[in-house]
């Protein structure tokens, strides 16, 4: 096995533990899908938006979208409302409790980081960031990478 099947095998094992801890945090005190908060997180970072803008940014069908957007919107997370220019486009935006949510759970990805990044030195966080960093601008495509 060559080191970057080594190095991928082992990411593999450790990734979802990480996202783990996240869920077991938040997400399950909340009673929200992981499906439901990424579109929930997404809203956030667009503000008022288009479905087909955010289905579009999390490969998925406008379909799948709405069916995330209906569940946040029963729960009271999400609004509907239609576009100035065009009443028949579907804008979605956050409630008051959605930007609670969405607060509630950086401060709890925060935290977690924090108390993760306290174990290693100065040195070794800066180039834990500049490795996320990279990978972040690899994953949205501005960055060649190795296919």
């Known amino acids: 096995m060559s080191a970057i099947d080594e190095l991928t095998n082992e990411i593999a094992v450790m990734v979802p533990k990480l996202i783990k801890g996240a869920k077991n945090d938040f997400l399950t005190k909340a009673n929200i899908s992981t499906a439901q908060m990424i579109m929930l997180m997404s809203i956030h970072d667009h503000g008022e938006c288009k479905i087909k803008t955010l289905a579009k940014e999390r490969s998925i069908s406008p ?3 709405t069916g995330l957007i209906t569940r946040l919107v029963a729960s009271g997370y999400v609004k509907r409302g239609s576009d100035a220019e ?6 979605v935006s956050l409630t008051k409790k959605g930007e609670n949510m969405a607060c509630g759970f950086l401060d709890t990805i925060k935290k977690r980081w924090k108390n993760i990044l306290i174990h290693l030195t100065a040195k070794e966080q800066q180039q834990y960031l500049n490795i996320v960093k990279k990978i972040v601008s690899i994953l949205s495509g501005e960055e060649n990478g190795p296919k």
């Open 63 to 65: 379909p799948t979208a």
């Open 86 to 91: 065009d009443r028949r486009v579907v804008m």
